[in-house]
């Protein structure tokens, strides 16, 4: 089952597998990939959340970041003229 819902970043991909098992990955805009690792790992079902809320945490993080230099390398640009 795949949900859709707003991507604006990056989104933690889980793809449950059997035996208790899942794939756990992050799909994300290229700016958000180079700081996040968009290898998929596997993880068993009691580790789950904890993954997923640190995946979280690592693309929100990244996203401000590229954000924040986007916005910086803008300023730059339009104070330089």
């Known amino acids: 089952m795949h949900w859709q819902g707003q991507f604006n ?9 059997p035996g208790g098992v ?3 990955g992050v799909a994300g805009r290229p700016e958000i ?3 996040v ?8 079902d ?3 959340p ?8 690592q693309s929100d993080v990244s996203a ?4 924040h230099a986007c916005a910086h390398r803008l300023c730059k640009h339009a104070c330089a003229q």
């Open 9 to 17: 970043f990056a989104e933690v991909v889980v793809e449950p597998c």
């Open 50 to 57: 904890q993954l997923v809320r640190q995946k979280a945490l």
């Open 22 to 24: 899942n794939l756990v």
């Open 64 to 67: 401000f970041m590229s954000m």
């Open 37 to 44: 690792s968009s290898e998929r790992v596997f993880v068993s």
């Open 46 to 48: 009691p580790w789950l």
């Open 33 to 35: 990939q180079r700081l």
